[in-house]
């Protein structure tokens, strides 16, 4: 018994020599980095107006799902009320740019920092409690956003909503075909994508990680849990504020439907149905999600709502990692200074590529 | 009338009482842990020895009763601020990051010395990379003392076999730079040769200047690692001193055979 | 606001009350036994709303004129059926995904109930129904109180069920072999209880009850629309917490004192910031008393 497993151990140490990983599959990263680039610049060849305004859509759907994958998917918490941060950053344009003078670039920061704030108020109470009430809870809070929309008329124009601002520019460059907010949606949408990708390779992503693993191993480790969490839901904010003052702009019009419990159902639906934790993943499911309910529902009606929940539910069923899994890995140039310990040189340790 | 911190010993448990519902899993347990010391708590199963670590670590707030680190208390704090006091814990039923891979393990144990902030970590500037590096060359040193120096840092935690599990939490909690460690069964399910090294490990935890509290059925491993044992059955403490002394104790001959013993 | 109006709010309270607390016991008794908010509970009360409507008017039709029966077999039929389509909804979205990580039962459940109002949404065209009224609309007048006599028999209706459910639980064998498994699953499946057999038919009374909340609320109000399974979930939801999820008795005092509380909020503030306040107090109470008004039944192991 003891020889086995000795002879198992040393089996298993032989097996898992500590070796930098050769980067894999470079044609096929080369490969998707070419389609994607593709994929992104195909409303300025396809041209018109319905492809850049769909395309725009994509991305903010893609950033929307950035900023609700670092809640959902880095730090674990269902969070069922995330367009109300949307329909802050909305609003707040809206309001800077009719009564104060304010232009898009003055107002986008204040709506994020808004929309940060929003969320630390909400965060505050609500993430010392479990995983399930905290759904119920942002729930109630997303209902909360939609009715005040369109009940305090006096900031938001009650079920009307706002509308009637100038034309806004940059550069000079007026906004005023959908081809001109692409570029800016899609930078959004990249600014969010590196962001959240640093982020998730850095101390906060692993705190947010160990938490979404298991809270008290995490407060084992020393990680300030409520802190963390809260951390969380204030990046979060940031990116559907951003993201609703560039919707606000590119249909002219901010209004509650727009923030319904429905819409922040479809944003989990992208996040998990991407995978959550992943970059790539949550962009894709803010494309599908754009796809399914331009393309579909103008053959399929109403039908929409039972896709989407049915995909929701297959997609948690059958692949609950989403359909781009996230894998988590550490960065290759911190593994190369793990194997450069001066003290130790590389005896024993195989070291390929350099 | 506050004492001199030198005369406090590391960790005093007074009167520590612990109830679930009707249910008193610790009753009135009392010791001393003098820097420097491995203490064994030893009983039957079910005697309440993670109950007391579940206390001293913050994972279970309501106790009543008095644990104080250096002198000063450490009720009301959390999880994380009683790690930042310096007493650092694994737990008997493993509990790694399932999406975390070897080294970020004892980096996240590091969390609270890594000094990099949000800026830093959004933009990866200068500064977060000297951090991460700094870090991973620590985490490289701990993870060579605990013996997981062959192992692929970069592989999921989980992935590994058990006994390598165990190090690896000993790792994370290493990484903390604790006062005290807290061990609950660090050799459960080991082999003799296994535990031999697990031994081995826990004085050498002891030798950089850890004091140990050591939970653990093993009594290979007790009788050889700790400078005292307390024995606790039925959530109260029947005996402490040194092994040889516990060893014999009729009480504690008793408190075993009378509940069936694991080892 | 004088006397006479305060009580009439507290009894119109009440009568609502009585209504979210049947839903609430649904959302208890699930819970209670594995732990999870099961968020399809309002998609489920919904449907048995709709399913009172089609029943109702189908046995309108067949010229069942007398009210009552045409209620009791309504109640009976769409209870079965709504039970039917619960014990799918454990089958899909619960039982695969029991020892998967909290998050993945949560968004299940949650993709169910979006799926059973979408479907309702999609086979009744978004259109509100009405319910046939059943009875005389010639109010009763009990001291300084005015209720329609629909509402007291929905009240009664309403507190006859759950003191039902309450004496199943606690008497029947059935009942006790849920409560031996809502306090400790392993424990209950080594003392030979089919436990996946407990939590379908917990899931399938849940259901049940949540339908019988549907037809009294259609019945009560006149309409039924396809977003009411999202208000009512959610108010439900708040009741359950507030009596102290898990515990079935809790259920109806949650219910009934959500009921007032709405009742009053509506009399003070104006109507439409109704659901808000509902909100509101949904999320003051998780925060500051998690554990309901009369505490938690169900005990967290660390
Ligand atoms: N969270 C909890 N809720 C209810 N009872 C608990 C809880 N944790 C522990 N207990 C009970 O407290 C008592 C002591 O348990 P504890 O886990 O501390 O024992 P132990 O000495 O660590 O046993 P073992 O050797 O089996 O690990 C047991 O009766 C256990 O069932
Ligand atoms: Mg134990």
Not at chain 1, 196 to 203: I, K, Q, V, Y
Request: aromatic share 10%; net charge positive.
């Amino acid at each position: 018994m003891d020889y086995l497993s000795a002879a198992r151990e040393r089996l298993i140490r032989a097996q898992a020599r500590v070796t930098v990983p050769p980067r894999v599959q470079t044609a096929g990263r080369y490969g998707f980095y070419l389609g994607a680039l593709v994929f992104a610049s195909a409303p300025y060849w396809l041209g018109g107006i319905y492809y850049p305004d769909i395309w725009t859509d994509m991305a903010l759907w893609g950033t929307i799902g950035l900023g609700l994958n670092v809640v959902i998917g880095f730090a674990g918490l269902l969070d069922l009320g995330y367009m109300a941060f949307y329909a802050i950053g909305g609003y707040v344009f809206a309001n800077a740019a009719l009564y104060h003078g304010f232009s898009l670039w003055e107002a986008m920061p204040i709506g994020a920092v808004l929309s940060v704030v929003a969320s630390a108020i909400i965060g505050f109470p609500t993430l010392r409690v479990r995983g399930d009430y905290l759904a119920i809870m942002t729930l109630g809070f997303g209902g909360i956003v939609y009715y005040a929309a369109q009940n305090m008329t006096s900031l938001t124009g009650g079920y009307n909503g706002l509308f009637g601002w100038k034309t806004q520019s940059i550069l000079g460059h007026p906004f005023a075909s959908p081809i001109d907010f692409y570029p800016l949606a899609l930078g959004l949408t990249v600014v969010a994508a590196l962001v959240t990708r640093a982020l998730r390779g850095s101390r906060v992503g692993r705190a947010w990680s160990c938490i979404k693993d298991d809270e008290v191993a995490a407060g084992a480790a020393g990680i300030p849990i409520i802190r963390y969490k809260l951390y969380a839901y204030m990046v979060g904010a940031v990116w559907a504020g951003l993201a609703g003052a560039i919707f606000a702009v590119k249909q002219n019009i901010v209004s509650p439907e727009t923030f319904t419990f429905n819409q922040s159902f479809f944003a989990v639906a992208v996040v998990i149905m991407g995978g959550m934790g992943s970059i790539t993943g949550v962009i894709l499911g803010g494309v599908l999600y754009v796809v399914i309910a331009e393309w579909m529902v103008t053959y399929t009606g109403t039908l929409s709502g039972v896709i989407f929940s049915s995909l929701l539910l297959l997609v948690v069923l059958l692949r609950p990692q989403g359909l781009i899994p996230f894998r988590p890995r550490p960065p290759r140039w911190l593994l190369r200074h793990y194997l450069e310990d001066p003290a130790r040189g590389t005896a024993g340790v195989s070291q390929p590529d350099g | 009338m506050s004492a001199n911190p030198t005369a406090e010993p590391l960790l005093r448990v007074s009167g520590l009482t612990v109830a679930f519902g009707g249910v008193v899993a610790v009753s009135d347990v009392s010791f001393d842990l003098p820097a420097g010391e491995i203490l064994g708590m030893i009983g039957p199963n079910g005697a309440g020895k993670t109950t007391v670590f579940n206390a001293i670590s913050g994972v279970i707030k309501g106790y009543r009763g008095e644990v104080r680190l250096l002198g000063r208390s450490l009720r009301g704090r959390n999880a994380q601020q009683i790690v930042a006091a310096g007493i650092a814990r694994t737990f008997q039923n493993i509990r790694l990051f399932r999406s975390l891979t070897v080294i970020e393990h004892v980096l996240a144990g590091q969390h609270r010395r890594i000094r990099e902030n949000m800026v830093d970590s959004a933009l990866h500037t200068p500064r977060f990379r000297q951090a991460e590096i700094d870090a991973v060359r620590q985490a490289r040193a701990i993870l060579d003392f605990v013996g997981l120096d062959q192992v692929d840092p970069g592989a999921r935690a989980l992935s590994l076999p058990y006994g390598l599990q165990r190090r690896l939490e000993i790792a994370r909690a290493l990484a903390t730079e604790p006062r005290l460690l807290m061990l609950d069964e660090p050799a459960a399910g080991m082999n003799t040769a296994e535990s031999i090294d697990m031994s081995r490990l826990v004085r050498n935890v002891r030798e950089r200047g850890v004091t140990v509290l050591l939970v653990e059925h093993d009594m290979r491993v007790v009788m050889s690692v700790c400078d005292r044992i307390v024995v606790l059955n039925f959530g109260k403490i029947i005996v402490q001193g040194p092994p040889e002394k516990v060893r014999e104790d009729p009480d504690v001959i008793a408190a075993y055979l009378g509940s069936e013993s694991s080892t | 606001m004088s006397l006479q109006e305060l009580l009439q709010q507290i009894a119109n309270g009440l009568v609502v009350g009585s209504v979210y607390g049947l839903i609430a016991l649904g959302y208890t008794m699930v819970y209670g036994i594995v732990r999870l908010i099961n968020f399809a509970q309002g998609g489920l009360y919904e449907v048995g709303a709709y399913l009172g409507v089609f029943f109702f008017t189908l046995m309108g039709k067949f010229g069942l004129q007398y009210p009552i029966p045409a209620v009791l077999i309504t109640l009976v039929i769409s209870m079965t059926l709504t039970g039917a389509l619960a014990f799918v909804v454990e089958r899909v979205a619960y039982r695969p995904l029991r020892n998967a990580p909290l998050l993945a039962p949560l968004v299940s459940s949650l993709a169910m109930f979006f799926l059973l109002i979408s479907v309702v949404q999609v086979v009744t065209g978004a259109e509100p129904l009405t319910y046939p009224s059943v009875l005389s609309p010639a109010p009763l007048h009990l001291g300084p109180i005015v209720l329609s006599p629909t509402s007291l028999i929905i009240f009664f209706a309403a507190i006859l069920l759950m003191v039902g459910m309450q004496q199943f639980v606690r008497r029947t064998k059935v009942g006790k072999a849920m409560r031996a498994t809502a306090a400790n699953r392993e424990a209950a499946a080594l003392m030979g209880i089919n436990t996946t057999r407990i939590v379908s038919l917990t899931f399938v009374l849940g259901g049940a009850m949540g339908a019988a909340a549907g037809i009294l609320y259609g019945v009560n109000y006149g309409t039924v629309t396809y977003d009411m399974g999202e208000f009512g979930g959610l108010v439900a939801f708040t009741a359950a917490v507030m009596g102290g999820i898990g515990n079935v008795p809790g259920a109806l005092v949650g219910g009934l004192t959500v009921g007032v509380l709405s009742s009053f909020a509506s009399t003070f503030l104006p109507n439409q910031w109704n659901e808000a306040i509902v909100f509101a107090i949904l999320i003051l109470i998780l925060a500051i008393r998690p554990q309901g008004i009369l505490g938690e039944r169900v005990a967290e192991r660390a």
